[in-house]
């Protein structure tokens, strides 16, 4: 972690919240992956007003994203996210630096964040493992008929995202978006001894090359894993 990085965190919290229950630095900069342009990622327990609120600053030359909850706004991103399987604001408590704890709810969030972090998201359930199937079918079929080159890539973007997608709910990890959807599959791919994540990136720069068979065939291994392709007898409920 930086040394630097976490005095900026601790200074900008003691200046501009002195009423703050609780502060953490979350984070690249904490888990030790920061490139030269990160941010530092801050997160602030109010007990009420202005929070909730984000923003977006520099501070002391650093770039800054403050997250500013009040225990209901957190609660709610929390079990929001949970539902979504993205879990943004775990992280931003769960693996993190405490910078201020007022009151003891920094190192208690602290834990409860990082234990629900560990315990995974809730399984997919039967009929969101049938769409999510679906939908790669839909996809793959779509790259595999296409012949146009910018439709083929953009397609394979989005074979990427729903391939990754499926390999973790399908194994009960979270996911995340952008660059965290991709380091969340590198992370299954260590532990469970796969390749999904160089496999994917290589499919999709092939097909910027002009070969779609190295994502065809990495896509479709993902299907089978998870009991196929499915087009036929799919049917979906619309709502109440």
Known sequence: ?????????????HERFPQARAAWLGGSTVLGTAPPTSDLDITVLLAG????????????????????????SMEYFLATERTA?????LRLIGQTQILLDSDGSGAYLQEKCAAL???????LGVEELRAERYGLTDL???LVGSRDDDERLLIAFGLW?????????????WMGSGKWLHRELAS????????YSH?????????????????VGIVTRALHEFGGPLFDGFKADGPG
């Open 1 to 13: 972690m930086s040394i630097a990085g976490f005095d900026t965190a601790r200074k900008l919290v």
């Open 49 to 72: 007003p202005p929070a909730p609120y984000r923003e977006s600053l520099r501070y002391h030359r650093w770039p800054v994203e403050l997250f500013v909850h009040t225990e209901s």
């Open 85 to 89: 399987r993205k879990p943004t604001t």
């Open 117 to 123: 972090l560990a315990a995974g998201p809730e399984p």
């Open 140 to 142: 793959l079929d779509d």
């Open 161 to 173: 995202r729903a391939t990754a997608e499926l390999v973790l709910t399908g194994h009960g990890r």
């Open 188 to 195: 299954f791919d260590r532990e469970a001894g796969t390749d």
């Open 199 to 215: 496999a994917l990136a290589r499919g999709v720069r092939s097909v910027a090359h002009g070969t779609i068979e190295p994502l």
